[in-house]
Every structure is written in C-alpha cells, then in structure tokens.
DNA sequence: CCTCTATTCCCCACTTTTTCCCACTTCGCG
DNA sequence: CGCGAAGTGGGAAAAAGTGGGGAATAGAGG
C-alpha cells in the first residue's frame, strides 16, 4: 500500500528507444489520487546534483508559487529573467499512457544525463528520477556522509520524531530490484 | 493536454522563407481555449534579452496594464516612455493559419536576430521566441545561477517538514548574496 | 484610373513525430 | 501452478511540422 504522507522507495526502470519508462505502480497510485485536482500527471523539471524532479500536479503548483515570487513582474532584473525562464523551459508535463508510462522529452534526459537504465526515488514530496549509475554513485557518497549531512540538514535538537519516524518505515521493503 | 498553470517547456522550429512558424501545439491549445475572449491569436512584442514576447489576448490586456502603471512610475518617466513606445510600437498580433503557424513581421524577426531555427519558450503567463543559437547560449549563461537560486526557490515552495525549513535558510544562506 | 508587382492569405500535399493500442514477458502471491 | 498486476516492446493510426502553389489583396508607378 502507498504510504499517504509522501513518496519513499527506490524503483530501477528502463527507457525504451522512445524515451518512456514506467512510473513505478506505487508512485502511480499517489499521482492519480490528486485526479480532478489539476490534472493526470507528473511535471518534470531539471534538478539539482543533475537528476529530474517530477512533481505532482499540487505540488508543482506550490513549488511555481515560490518561483513567480521571484520575479513576480515580467521586466524585473535580468537574473530573475534568467532564473524563471531556466525554470520553466525545463519543465514538462508528462501524462502517463494507458500502460502507467511517461515520455520523458529529450531535453529533460539529457539535462539528467539519463541512458536506459533509471532509477525512480521517492523523497517525501518529489520524486527524483536519476541515472542509474550516477544514483548508485550518489547513494554510496550519500551513505558515507549521512550522519554528517543528517546533522547539518536537520535541526536534532528539537524535532527529532518527525525526522526519525519517516526513515523507521521506508528503509527495508523498497529495495531495488 | 495544456498545463492548466501556465506556459512551460521548450520546442524548436523552423521559420520558412515567408516568415512562418508553427507555434507548439501544446502553446497552440492554451491559445485556442481564450477564443471568444479576445479572439484567436498571439500578440508578439519585442522582448527583453533579443528575443520576443508574446501573449494570449487574455494576458495581454494584463501585461498592457502592467506596462502603463510603470510608465507612470515619476523618477522613471522618460525612460518609462521610451519602453513603452517601442513595447507597444513594435506589437504585432498574430493569427495562426490552419496548420497552426503564425506569420512573424519582418521587423520582429530583425529585432529578436531571428533566423532559420528559433526556440519557443514557457515562461509561466508568456511565450518568449528565441534564435535557436541565441537561446543556447542564454540557456547556458543561466545554468551556472541556476542551481543556487534553485535551491532556495524549491525549498520555499514544498511542503517541507518543520526541521527541514528551520534550517533550509542557514544551509543556503551563505551562497545567496 | 488602370496595370503591374509584391505581399498576404488560404489551401493542399508530404514527412516526421507523437500517441494510442495490442501483445508478450516477468514477478509476486495465493 | 495459475492468476493478476507490473513492466516492456513494437506496430499502426493520428497529429504535428514543413514546404509550396496559386488566388486575393494592397500598393506603387505610369
């Protein structure tokens, strides 16, 4: 069953020649329940630490909120242009075929440098989409600095349950195939 | 189907010899959807940056609205004027034939360098029109910036728990100026 | 005022890309 | 061992993109 706070898990999947790979059936179950509420789908945009981050319609709307505040008038500086056109160029809403598959477009893979083999990642409220050998490389980096990292990003001193309760029950069922 | 949001996204096409482009079917729905409102069609402006702007009629009356409460900005009058004289002297309203191309005037094409290829691009509530090489490299220029606003921008928009957005400020504080 | 020319507009035709659908394989579970 | 769900591949239909001919229109020049 989908946990209903957010995404978790790991899912290996593979590109065909036509750019489409499955959406992993748990991620699925998640996106079609926001239905009616903007739309089937997922938008997809250029990460960081070059990966993809896809978005479910409700949350993209909250992450584009945050950019138009950026720049909410369309002449303001020339960085702020820069920014919001970055953003939103690299963008793309990709509906899901009657098979649960999603096209990627061609300037979104090679932003994330994406061949045929991915790896879907659940993080809470995105999901990640990564190359597979360059995720396996960020996740043996990522294991060495967890604790480090967990310090730095985490405030320890007050709100430890939040933090701790969403890695009790990810960790051992989502393992990649 | 449209993002229901806004414009996003990226497409190249080619102007032919008499200064025709297909306008990107995905732009093309949003645009149709308008009819009735203000007619069927683009209004294409010179831009910021050497590229063009360019509106549905609906955005249009907004942008318009934008652009003459600047001008009556008092310390920027006469610049003010200046933009708006040439934003709205050089407007040209373009309607798409029945194959969905829209004729740009020569003058717009001048202004933006615009050649053979050129680069439709979703900015959120307007379309910008790009030289194909030009847009590479302002894509380029903008990457670099791009993840240090990023950063910032989608941490601001998700729904982060409270240990995370207590300390999201501090993590990245020290790369924004 | 008429003619000639250049431009615009409206189609038709062709090519490429995208979308949709069907089918096969694999895996988990009873 | 069978069944259903999930993942994958590929072909066919539909849509999108592109090129170009020719009628209609407007403008310049005689």
Redesign the pocket.
């Given at each position: 069953m989908v946990s209903p706070a957010g995404f978790i898990g790991q899912?290996?999947?593979?590109?065909?020649?036509?750019?489409?790979?499955?959406?992993?059936?748990?991620f699925?179950?998640a996106m079609e329940s926001e239905e009616g509420e903007g739309g089937l789908g997922l938008y997809v945009t250029v990460g960081l630490d070059r990966c993809l981050f896809a978005y479910t319609p409700v949350r993209w709307r909250a992450v584009t909120q945050s950019v138009r505040t950026t720049a909410r008038h369309p002449f303001a500086s020339r960085d702020a242009r820069r920014f919001q056109r970055q953003f939103f160029a690299s963008a793309a809403f990709c509906?899901p075929?009657?098979?649960?598959?999603i096209?990627i477009?061609?300037s979104l893979r090679a932003a994330a440098g994406l061949r045929r083999d991915v790896v879907f990642i659940g993080v809470e409220d995105r999901i990640e989409v990564w190359d597979a050998e360059a995720w396996i490389r960020e996740e043996t980096q990522g294991r060495e600095d967890y604790e480090r990292a967990a310090e730095r990003a985490l405030d320890l001193g007050g709100d430890l349950d939040a933090a701790t309760r969403r890695h009790g029950d990810s960790a051992t069922k989502e393992e990649i195939?």
């Amino acid at each position: 069953m989908v946990s209903p706070a957010g995404f978790i898990g790991q899912y290996r999947h593979a590109l065909d020649e036509k750019g489409r790979v499955s959406v992993p059936a748990r991620f699925r179950e998640a996106m079609e329940s926001e239905e009616g509420e903007g739309g089937l789908g997922l938008y997809v945009t250029v990460g960081l630490d070059r990966c993809l981050f896809a978005y479910t319609p409700v949350r993209w709307r909250a992450v584009t909120q945050s950019v138009r505040t950026t720049a909410r008038h369309p002449f303001a500086s020339r960085d702020a242009r820069r920014f919001q056109r970055q953003f939103f160029a690299s963008a793309a809403f990709c509906e899901p075929d009657a098979q649960g598959r999603i096209l990627i477009p061609e300037s979104l893979r090679a932003a994330a440098g994406l061949r045929r083999d991915v790896v879907f990642i659940g993080v809470e409220d995105r999901i990640e989409v990564w190359d597979a050998e360059a995720w396996i490389r960020e996740e043996t980096q990522g294991r060495e600095d967890y604790e480090r990292a967990a310090e730095r990003a985490l405030d320890l001193g007050g709100d430890l349950d939040a933090a701790t309760r969403r890695h009790g029950d990810s960790a051992t069922k989502e393992e990649i195939r």
